[in-house]
């Protein structure tokens, strides 16, 4: 079956549900995205990428109510919850710890998740029609650079999923900040960052 090209969220939603496998724009580049709760999905992003299965991948939701019985907040302490209340929604990842039940290929070795509660209307949306978190990790072969230009996705990404959503991404300017909550560490500062933690602040 080829895959479907599409500008239509409703239709990337109902893929998505139905435990198919879709590129997606996100708020910088184009993402390969699946429901988090569809471990073969899943596995399928970490092998068209392929990726290391020891890295996990981002996990996103339209709000922080829908993952909360997946994280393990309670090691999680009230600096770093204020940050996350503060940020998000917003282009900003967190790592979070997750509860050990949560055995999923977007988790890491360490047992952490990345985290974003994203305000990008793709994300949200097909999170609340989809009625799951979805995985979002670049839509490129690991070490290959990602792309804003749909014309510019690589086949061998395009051709091995079941839909690519056609909408533009949201054009952030570089990728989104990394915090680990854990150890209070910027991993990586994104745009915003700064702006949103004087307000915090």
């Excluded at 990726?51 to 909360?68: F, P, Q």
């Excluded at 090691?75 to 967190?94: I, S, Y």
């Excluded at 990404?157 to 560490?185: E, F, K, M, R, W």
């Excluded at 990586?188 to 004087?198: C, F, I, N």
Aim: charged share 20%.
């Amino acid at each position: 079956m080829s895959t479907i090209f599409t500008d239509n969220i409703e239709q990337a939603a109902s893929v998505i549900a139905d435990g198919g496998v879709i590129v997606c724009p996100s708020e910088g580049v184009y993402g390969i995205s699946c429901s988090v709760l569809n471990e073969a999905a899943v596995k399928r992003i970490i092998a068209i990428k392929h990726r290391s299965s020891t890295k996990g991948l981002i996990i996103v939701d339209s709000s922080l109510e829908y993952l909360k019985e997946y994280l393990d907040t309670s090691r999680v302490d009230d600096r770093a919850m204020a940050l996350m209340d503060g940020m998000w929604p917003g282009p900003h990842t967190f790592v979070v710890p997750v509860i050990d039940e949560f055995k999923n290929a977007a988790v890491r070795d360490d047992h952490t998740a990345g985290v974003r509660i994203s305000a990008f209307r793709p994300f949200a949306e097909i999170c609340l029609q989809a009625k799951t978190p979805i995985v979002s990790t670049s839509a490129n072969i690991s070490g290959e650079n990602p792309t804003t230009d749909i014309d510019s996705l690589d086949p061998s990404i395009t051709d091995n999923v079941d839909l690519v959503l056609t909408l533009p991404c949201g054009g952030l300017s570089a990728s989104t900040s990394i915090y680990n909550t854990l150890t209070h560490t910027l991993i990586r500062p994104g745009p915003m960052w700064e702006e949103k933690l004087a307000k915090i602040k």
